[in-house]
């Protein structure tokens, strides 16, 4: 995603994107944590698609990008059949074909277990008013910070420890 791209982004989302950067050291800090995730980004916006598979790539993660609700769960439905689930499942809240609150709302009922992250511009309004459907895991705002988002997805794939 080019830096244009980037700036016409937050300009519709009116936010701001931070980078942390140093001399031979891009904007992606290095990982501790090494695990790679499959993961599903559903957005309807191209933009938003390239710059999460960007990002989420970097972090060495498998990603699979779908442009809308309904290509999503084909997507997801796909992949569980050849026992090949995804891991965690970000979507877009706001999408013309089926929205983010349907799509968690199905995914959580073929996979209870599977974390499913709502991104949205309007993140911290819904989070603070209680308008995302209990089957959301997380609430995170349009643009998201990948390192924090990175971190997020990792706590919510790591299986819990058995109880002894």
């Not at 060495?60 to 050849?82: D, W």
């Not at 209870?112 to 511009?121: A, D, E, L, R, Y």
């Not at 995302?132 to 924090?148: C, F, L, Y």
Request: include cysteine; hydrophobic fraction near 40%.
């Amino acid at each position: 995603m080019n830096g244009s791209s980037i700036y016409d982004m937050t300009q519709r989302h009116d936010d701001a994107i931070e980078i942390d950067s140093a001399p031979v050291r891009g904007p992606l800090p290095q990982l501790k944590q090494q695990r790679s995730l499959y993961i599903l980004c559903i957005d309807d916006d191209a933009g938003v698609r390239e710059f999460l598979n960007d990002c989420f790539t970097q972090f060495n993660h498998r990603v699979v990008v779908a442009s809308g609700g309904k290509h999503g769960l084909e997507l997801f439905r796909t992949a569980a059949l050849k026992h090949q689930p995804y891991e965690v499942v970000i979507t877009d809240l706001g999408m013309p074909d089926i929205d983010g609150q349907c799509v968690a709302r199905t995914i959580k009922a073929e996979s209870p277990n599977t974390p499913v992250i709502m991104m949205t511009g309007w993140g911290t309004i819904m989070s603070n008013e209680g308008g995302i459907t209990p089957d959301v895991d997380a609430v995170v705002g349009k643009p998201p910070r990948m390192q924090e988002l990175n971190d997020l997805i990792l706590r919510m794939a790591t299986p819990a420890a058995p109880c002894l």
